[in-house]
């Protein structure tokens, strides 16, 4: 750790094995109080790229389905594309069908180009703003549950329940199919090496997968998890694969498979999760793994060495959604409790909380202080994390958001909810 005023680190890199917490261990408790710290507004001009002209604090209105602000409204399943109607110039529908929709992805690159898939077992491209360009992809026999474009935005894979894993270009062609753990083992969710076509998987029936998705090769299935593998991914480093499981342990993996795995668990005097974990993110720097469990807990591991180095104060009901802003010294964590809190990780501190009308299910940094929200009533929400404010609102779902993402160019927001729909958001307007 190098940022100032953080407490030390363990330094056990020697330590291969099983790492257990004492309660001495937990160097600090953040308490989730509603206090606004006296510096949470920075009144200094932002960086080049932060500034946005949100200006809009009511819900949009819309007519009918179709908005009367910029924003696109499109509707997936199993049907072929049919362009139903544009209300305006700023918005448009599509129809493809019906289906819950549980993933959407935009490229990394290419700052239009959006990528949904449901529980129909179809995914689906397509660009913001040209409504003549959609490409459906078909294959899976079971829901699409992961959308993911590699780093350099060349491919897209897409996991299904059925444990298979298909890899796409940009084009909506199928380069070739990835054999994984079958039906009984399904994918939960996928995760791209930082700069390299290598993807890893977790799995149903608690396996982890890693594939060279260039040559369509299997390198090695990590094993260990007691419980379907809810969360993970690489570090940024590409160096190792943190993986969060249902049997309430993290686990950290050396990503070319040599050497021990880290694993962190509670037991006796050593405090961590006590039910499954949902979510996970992991820092910029590759030093800091956030989990949060079914239990309404949260805790900060030291990725280098196992250890919990502090936690929030347990919430009422279960955390759905962690993510490390842009600066990594701040974490924002939702949970079913209707609140998001914005966690001062330098200082130790709970900064903010904010209010909702219903459990936070997902969430995303745009830029480096803005957040946005998606909430089991299905509405969407943008908040300034330094004000506390909620800048703009969103009311177009009639179900639960499942997946939010962001464009390359930050001018979007993309929304995709079990009422069949995926949602972009204009942040210009």
């Known amino acids: 750790m190098n940022f100032p005023g953080a407490p030390p680190f363990y330094d056990d890199e020697d330590d291969d094995g099983e790492v257990f917490i004492d309660e001495s261990e937990i160097m600090y408790e953040v308490s989730s109080d509603n206090e606004v710290l006296p510096d949470a507004y920075d009144d200094s001009e932002p960086e080049h790229g932060d500034e946005m002209p949100y200006d809009v604090k009511e819900p949009i209105r819309t007519l009918g389905i179709w908005s009367v602000r910029a924003m696109h409204i499109i509707i997936f399943g199993s049907n072929v594309l049919l362009n139903i109607s544009e209300a305006s110039d700023d918005g448009s529908v599509r129809v493809f069908g019906d289906a819950e929709l549980f993933s959407v992805a935009c490229s990394p690159i290419d700052a239009t180009l959006v990528a949904a898939g449901g529980n129909d077992g179809t995914g689906f491209l397509w660009k913001i703003g040209q409504e003549d360009w959609a490409r459906e992809l078909q294959g899976h026999t079971d829901s ?83 419980g ?72 900060l591991v030291n990725i280098t060495t196992g250890r919990v180095i502090g936690t929030l104060a347990s919430r009422s009901k279960s955390i759905e959604c962690v993510g490390f802003a842009p600066s990594y010294s701040w974490a924002a964590v939702g949970g079913m409790d209707q609140k998001l809190i914005i966690w001062d990780i330098e200082h130790s501190l709970s900064r903010d909380t904010f209010d909702h009308e219903d459990g936070v299910t997902c969430l995303a940094w745009l830029g480096a202080w803005y957040m946005a929200t998606g909430c089991q009533d299905g509405n969407v929400r943008l908040w300034d994390s330094r004000s506390g404010e909620c800048v703009k609102y969103y009311t177009e779902h009639s179900a639960a958001i499942q997946s939010l993402s962001v464009s390359a160019d930050q001018n979007f927001i993309l929304s995709a909810s079990d009422d069949g729909k995926v949602i972009a958001y204009d942040m210009r307007m």
């Open 144 to 226: 699409v549950s992961s959308l993911a474009f590699s780093y350099d935005g060349e491919f897209l894979a897409s996991g299904s329940l059925d444990g298979t894993v298909q890899i796409w270009d940009v084009f909506g062609n199928l380069k070739g199919t990835l054999e994984g753990p079958g039906p009984a083992g399904g994918i939960e969710w996928l995760g791209w090496h930082p700069r390299e076509h290598k993807l890893v998987a977790g799995c149903w029936d608690s396996s982890v997968w890693l594939w060279d998705a260039a040559t369509f090769a299997h390198l090695n299935t990590f094993l260990g998890h007691g």
């Open 228 to 299: 379907c593998v809810m969360c993970g991914g690489f570090t940024p480093d590409g160096k190792l694969i943190c993986t969060g499981s249902d049997d309430a342990t993290l686990r950290i993996w050396n990503a070319e498979g040599g050497g021990g795995t880290r694993v962190v668990r509670r037991q006796p005097g050593h405090p961590y999760h006590t039910d499954g974990l949902k979510c996970l993110a992991i820092s910029s720097t590759s030093t800091l793994a956030l989990t949060g469990s079914r239990d309404g807990s949260t805790y």
